[in-house]
């Protein structure tokens, strides 16, 4: 149980375009949901948390314009990378909690197995 | 700050002991996570420990936990092959567990 997968697993797009990568979860429910990246050989940081039906909260210093994210449901969360450009090149992880109703619910994140995206 | 550290490399011969450290800074967190990431995929929860327990253990898997010092570690006993991936720390920051910081990674290597 508790699953989380990404679509696509990897993409490359120009330089200037949107980008769109999914983050599911299989089989609970995840009101909340959370975006990560990781850059080569370093740690994860968090961009941001998505609550279903309402907006993500922002960690400082992401611009919430260029990295869009939709929770509109309780087991999909997007990520749009807007006018992508070569330093957006990097690899993107989400993941997700169950809700209090699920029976796998625990304080923890489970995560997607990550997106690795380059920018021409 | 928020630093979470960990050292950066281990290599041990497979059957041996693996033991993996990390100390970090919020004397607030709640819990306390490992995860593993295997070469181009996402992280896989291994086990976590609640800040009031010293210990805990999980088949090959011992936490082992010093608040004092603000110190944890992983000891995955009889290393296999398959054990080689990046390990990840985290901690919740304020007791936060939406807000995972998380450590450097330390990448096992383990050699037969």
């Known amino acids: 149980g508790a699953v989380v997968s990404q679509h696509p697993s990897w993409v490359i797009c120009k330089s200037g375009t949107s980008v769109k990568i999914e983050c599911r979860s299989l089989d609970f429910q995840a009101t909340t949901m959370f975006w990560y990246r990781q850059f080569p050989k370093q740690s994860l940081m968090l961009m941001a948390t998505s609550n279903e039906g309402s907006k993500a909260t922002y960690e400082q210093g992401v611009e919430k314009d260029k990295f869009l994210i939709n929770h509109a449901s309780l087991t999909l969360s997007t990520l749009t990378v807007t006018s992508a450009h070569p330093e957006d090149s990097s690899f993107y992880i989400c993941?997700?909690?169950?809700?209090?109703?699920?029976?796998?619910?625990?304080?923890?994140?489970?995560f997607g197995p990550g997106t690795r995206l380059t920018v021409l | 700050g928020e630093d979470v550290e960990q050292s950066l490399f281990l290599s041990v011969r497979e059957g041996d002991s693996s033991v993996i450290n990390c100390t970090y800074t919020d004397s607030s967190s709640t819990y306390l996570y490992w995860y593993k990431q295997e070469p181009g995929a996402g992280l896989q929860l291994l086990t976590y420990i609640f800040s009031n327990m010293d210990m805990k253990q999980d088949q090959r898997l011992t936490v082992l936990l010093n608040k004092k010092d603000k110190h944890l570690s992983l000891r995955i006993a009889d290393t296999q092959t398959g054990d080689s991936a990046i390990y990840f720390c985290a901690e919740s920051k304020n007791g936060n567990t939406d807000k995972l910081i998380f450590g450097t990674g330390t990448r096992l290597q383990v050699f037969p």
């Open positions: 993941s997700a909690r169950p809700g209090l109703a699920e029976v796998s619910s625990t304080d923890t994140q489970y």
